[in-house]
Structures are given as structure tokens and as C-alpha cells.
């Protein structure tokens, strides 16, 4: 049986990859642990600012891909 690591499982969870038994047991582990928590609190920051970056492209990508578009709306008449 393979063992994962706490850290493992931490990330698991944030990402809502852990099911049934194993998202059960691990919620208990959870429970009481200050220091679990502030890691998964931790991780769960992170994902709400990578979430935000990711959310809206560049706006240097963006000019470049309308120059595009509009020099090739231009030589195709």
C-alpha cells in the first residue's frame, strides 16, 4: 500500500482530490491540528492569488494578439 505524505494530502485536499474514507480520515487529522490547518490555510491563500493572476490575460498578450488580428483583417482586403 502506498503512503502518502501529509504534505501530499494537504494538497490533495485544498484541491478537492480526496474521497470518501480518505478525505474522512484526513479531516480528522485536520481537527485540532493548529498547525495543519495554518499550512492548508496557507495553500489555500496561494491558490486564491494564483486564481486571480490567471484570470485575466496580460494586456501586453492582449494588444499583440489585436495588432494581429487587425493586420491580417487588413491584408486579407
Known amino acids: 500500500m ?5 504534505h501530499d494530502l494537504l494538497l ?3 484541491y478537492d482530490e480526496l474521497e470518501g474514507k480518505e478525505k474522512a480520515r484526513f479531516e480528522k487529522l485536520l481537527f485540532g491540528n493548529v498547525e495543519l ?5 496557507e495553500i489555500q491563500q496561494i491558490q486564491r492569488g494564483l486564481s486571480r493572476r490567471l ?7 492582449v494588444r499583440i494578439v489585436l495588432e ?3 493586420n491580417s483583417q487588413l491584408e486579407a482586403h
Open 68 to 70: 494581429e488580428s487587425l
Open 37 to 41: 490547518v495554518r499550512e492548508l490555510e
Open 55 to 61: 484570470s485575466a490575460p496580460d494586456p501586453t498578450s
Open 2 to 6: 502506498q503512503q502518502t505524505s501529509t
Open 12 to 14: 490533495l485536499y485544498a
